[in-house]
T-cell receptor, first 115, second 115 residues
Framework: AQSVTQLGSHVSVSEGALVLLRCNYSSSVPPYLFWYVQYPNQGLQLLLKYTTGATLVKGINGFEAEFKKSETSFHLTKPSAHMSDAAEYFCAVSVRNSGYSTLTFGKGTMLLVSP | DTGVSQNPRHKITKRGQNVTFRCDPISEHNRLYWYRQTLGQGPEFLTYFQNEAQLEKSRLLSDRFSAERPKGSFSTLEIQRTEQGDSAMYLC?????????????FGSGTRLTVV
């Protein structure tokens, strides 16, 4: 079965600093990988996804992530944090075994941005 | 595209009561998913439909839970004899069925509090 580990339940950065949110996955088959953002009392919004092809994927709001198969990682980065980036971020995986149908999520990382 | 709509947004119920939530997916999407998210956790898969057929159910979906999607449009999730452990955010998502377009679009969720 597949699983996702997000290192750090909370990450604090200053406005303008680099954002790095870590995600490692476990899967015996090639995965599809996703990052979602969740604002308080809201649903999840897709930031970016990796399915096949280019391993560096760009998403909305200046975020990007790189799929590294050898490290089983899909870390999320943004060069310069903005106050509006403060939210909870979830990494998720889906696999061929399930027809790429269902998502398995990590526990989430809360990003705190200080002025 | 009006997005995925969930009603109600909040529900407070007494233990032992039955509750029903509704999800209206994006009209072009033929897949509909239910997830549950408890405090401090990522969403966990419950079940999904393709059109009106329920294709997969998680072990989390106990006998007290039932989901339907009559006519392949909106879906309902009913919880019978609610327990305090059922308190959570219930998220609905929809997607296309085509494998390369199975990106979940989530609704804002229904927050259930069982007292």
């Amino acid at each position: 079965a597949q699983s996702v580990t997000q290192l750090g339940s909370h990450v604090s950065v200053s406005e303008g600093a680099l954002v790095l949110l870590r995600c490692n996955y476990s899967s015996s088959v090639p995965p599809y990988l996703f990052w979602y953002v969740q604002y308080p009392n809201q649903g999840l919004q897709l930031l970016l996804k990796y399915t096949t092809g280019a391993t560096l994927v760009k998403g909305i709001n200046g975020f990007e992530a790189e799929f590294k198969k050898s490290e089983t990682s899909f870390h999320l980065t943004k060069p310069s944090a903005h106050m509006s980036d403060a939210a909870e971020y979830f990494c998720a995986v889906s696999v061929r075994n399930s027809g790429y149908s269902t998502l398995t999520f990590g526990k989430g990382t809360m990003l705190l941005v200080s002025p | 595209d009006t997005g995925v709509s969930q009603n109600p947004r909040h529900k407070i119920t007494k233990r032992g009561q039955n509750v029903t939530f509704r999800c209206d997916p994006i009209s072009e999407h033929n897949r509909l998913y239910w997830y549950r998210q408890t405090l401090g956790q990522g969403p966990e898969f419950l079940t999904y439909f393709q059109n009106e057929a329920q294709l997969e159910k998680s072990r989390l979906l106990s006998d007290r839970f039932s989901a339907e999607r009559p006519k392949g449009s909106f879906s309902t999730l009913e919880i019978q004899r609610t327990e305090q452990g059922d308190s959570a955010m219930y998220l609905c998502a929809s997607s296309y069925a085509y494998r390369n377009r199975r990106y979940h679009t989530f609704g804002s969720g229904t927050r259930l509090t069982v007292v």
